[in-house]
């Protein structure tokens, strides 16, 4: 079973605009980690942000942690048609195996 | 740095037949994983090593076996493959488990026929 599970499912933006993704878990977690994937390519991590931080800053890239509703949220801004990619949450699993689990992914495209 | 390396990127397998895919990792990780990623499904685990001498199994483990080599290599191994096997396989380090980013390699694509 997934415990992190992406909203919405796909996400179609003109570039420039911004992009946000929800991710939700069921179970406390240690840390939740925020990664990319390009077509045909591995997973690339984008941020790890802890329990007991609440926004975290990459770049373009802003994430934030919320706790007590189980939730992060992940914002590019001002996005580029290179940001076209699928993008994936992880937390530990249940029980603290600390095994990240994926949920299915928010795929995002960007038109130029 | 090559980071994590797998092999073979294609295979195409018969019903029945068997094979190992190889990862290799230079970043000194003490954590591998094996992922598995079908349409629709996201990543599941197929088996993880937290530490060389130690496996234990994910999420959808049935059909494979896998072997921690050293701190660098964590192989899985399809001993009968099935049709159902048919996917695109990730292996993935990290510093020590959950806590620390995973590096994924690129992916091997393995067709079941």
């Known amino acids: 079973s997934q415990q992190g599970e992406e909203d919405p499912q796909a996400l179609s933006i003109q570039e420039g605009e911004n992009a946000t993704m929800n991710c939700s878990y069921k179970?406390?977690?240690?840390?939740l980690q925020w990664y990319r994937q390009n077509s045909g390519r591995g997973l690339v991590h984008l941020i790890l942000?802890?329990?007991?931080?609440r926004e975290k800053h990459s770049g373009r890239l802003r994430v934030t942690l919320d706790t007590s509703k189980k939730s992060s949220s992940l914002l590019i801004t001002a996005s580029r048609a290179a940001d076209t990619a699928s993008y994936f949450c992880?937390?530990?699993?249940?029980?603290?195996?600390?095994?990240?689990?994926f949920g299915r992914g928010t795929s995002l495209i960007v038109h130029p | 740095n090559a980071g994590v390396t797998q092999t073979p990127k294609f295979q195409v397998l018969k019903t029945g037949q068997s094979m190992t895919l190889q990862c290799a990792q230079d970043?000194?990780?003490?954590?591998m994983y094996w992922y598995r990623q079908d349409p629709g499904m996201g990543l599941r685990l197929i088996y993880y090593?937290?530490?060389?001498?130690?496996?234990d199994k994910g999420e959808v483990p049935n059909g494979y076996n896998v072997s921690r080599l050293n701190k660098r290599e964590f192989s899985l191994r399809l001993e009968s493959a099935a049709p159902s096997q048919t996917s695109v396989y990730f292996c993935?380090?990290?510093?020590?488990?959950?806590?620390?980013?995973?590096?994924f390699g690129p992916g091997t694509r393995l067709t079941v026929t």
């Open positions: 993935a380090s990290s510093e020590a488990g959950g806590r620390y980013e995973q590096y």
């Open positions: 179970t406390s977690i240690n840390n």
């Open positions: 942000i802890r329990s007991n931080e």
């Open positions: 992880a937390a530990p699993g249940a029980g603290g195996s600390y095994i990240p689990t």
């Open positions: 970043m000194n990780h003490n954590s």
């Open positions: 090593s937290a530490s060389e001498g130690t496996t």
